[in-house]
Each structure stands twice: as C-alpha cells, then as structure tokens.
C-alpha cells in the first residue's frame, strides 16, 4: 500500500525531503506540501507532484488522506507538531532537533509513551551516512581498541540571516551530540564551550566544545558557521590502537593549472544526500514492518540535553555538568 505523506515546511528542508520522496524512495506518495507562505509550497508541489498544498499543519496531520508526516518547520514547531502527530496516532519523521527544549523533548516522550506505539523518528539523518556507518562498523570490530576521542569540525559557509549565535550550539552541534552518542555508543557526562575572542566576541565567531562521556572518552566539536570556504564536516575517531577518519564523498579530482583540485559543497544537502536518502527509506521500511530504527525520541532528548547544557556552559564559561532524567524502559 501507498504511503500518502504530509510535508510540514516547504523550506530548505522541506523542498529537498519532498524532492527524496518524489525521485527516489519508492511507495509513498505526496499528499500534502505545508506551509504558511503558499507560493513556496506552490512550487515545490509543482516541481514534486504533490497532490495538495495547505496552510494548516494541524489540519494536515489530522487529515484522514495522510498516514504519515514530516516535518521540517522551524526548530520552534518541532516538538508541538510532533505532538500532533502523536496525538493522531500518526507516525512522524521529525526533523532535528525535536525541540530546542529539553523539557519539551520529556512531554513528547510522555505522549509517546501514554500512546503505546513508537511513532517518532528525529532526522538525525548521520546515522545512515556511508562514512559514518563505516567507521562505527570498523569500531564495533575491535580494530582500534578502545574509543579515546572524537574530533569533529563542523563548517557552513555563512550562517542564515536568522541565526543567532548560541544556533550553533542548538541548532548545528546537535548533529555532532547525537553522532557522537551513536557511534561511541555512551552518554555524555559534561560540557565546556570556548570561542576565540572569549565569551563576548562575536556571536558569529566559531564555538569549540570539549564533550565528555560517561565512559571517559573525549569529543571535541568545532562548529564554524560562517567559515566561507565551503561546507565542510570532517572527523577523526581516535581508539587505542589507530585512527578513522570520515571521509566526505570525493567525485572528482580535476588536475589543472599546477593543482589538484576537490570541490566543497555550499551546504550539506550535496555531502549528505545518500545519509538523507537511506534515513527516509528507511524511515519509510520501518513504518511498514513496524520495526523503528535511527534516533528516537529519547535520542532527541540527549541531544537537546547537552545542546542547552553547552548554550549554558557558552554563556558562563564554566563547565557544565548534565543531570537527564532516568532513560523510560519504553526506549529500551
Ligand atoms: C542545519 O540546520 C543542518 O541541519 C545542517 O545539517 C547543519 O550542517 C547546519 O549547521 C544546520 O544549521
């Protein structure tokens, strides 16, 4: 059967999920293009064959043509869309991070528990990227002993006009909180965010943060924001015994002019286009053998934990400690 999709946000997001769904992850359909600025879901509709365009995101996720929603709206509408969905018995592909809140990640699992069913799955969409399945896999293996740190750098070439600087922290470094608790398979214990400049400079300037885990590993995560140059997301996992590194995708090397030359993507859509078209097939596959999988809602909450943890420790220049609430064995 035809999964029939409701798309909340006709944004940057928004556009290229409909544009996955369309051309490359078979038995769905796309019911309705959401958005309060009706000429963009005008146009992606258009460009996607959507069958509706809407407004009313309520009225969407209620709409009895749709059995599943995405949502790619503002960070703000995450957890209150969500809840909607739950609400609706419907499942959702949420993108992240599930709220900027984490007391608001705990109402949504609340809900989710009270309904009974695992509906949520947050767009940690690194989780499904090639390279970063193939560095935890070569973990996982044994080959370089224990895990001992995780560098990470994080780059957009500028920052939207609406970011403000803590986003960095709340809105970018979520990806690096929750690949980092996937692929070192642990929780995080602290938080410490450093700028160059100290905390008054700009809030524009790059923020570096040192993570801890429980099991005592370290993970160090540059975001840069407005580097410049060109999307960039790079890692190192450090074991005992060697290193790996994760390796964006490389089509081409042009030799021209006395020069090798690679290309950076503008954003991360190009470097992590395979990461976002594996995550919503299988978002989609477990829909259908109701077998979830990628990050859950207690997931979103861990990552949102350290992320207000980290916009705290920007704000203080002290180290901050996490205190989260007891994993519900419904997450198990
Ligand atoms: C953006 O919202 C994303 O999700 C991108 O993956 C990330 O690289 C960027 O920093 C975020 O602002």
Redesign the pocket.
Known sequence: MTLRLGMIGAGI?GADHARIFSEQIPGVSLQFICDADQTRARNIADTTGAANIAADAIAVINHKSVDAVVIAAPDQFHAPLTLACIAAGKPVLC??PLSPSSQECINVMDAEIKQGQHLVQVGFMRRFDPSYVEVKNILKSGALGKALMLHCF?R?VA??AN?EGF??IS??AP?EFDAARWMLDTDFKSISVFRPGGVNASPSAPVFMVVETITGQLVNIE?N?NAGYG?D?RGELVGEKGTAFLNAPVNAVANLALKQVTTYAE??RPR?AEAYRMQNLAWVKSIQSGNPTGSNAWDGYCATLVAEAGVKALYSGSTVHLDPIAKPKFYD
């Open positions: 997001m993108e992240k994080h957009n920052a939207p970011f986003m960095a809105n970018s990806h975001v924001n999307y997301v954003d991360w992590f």
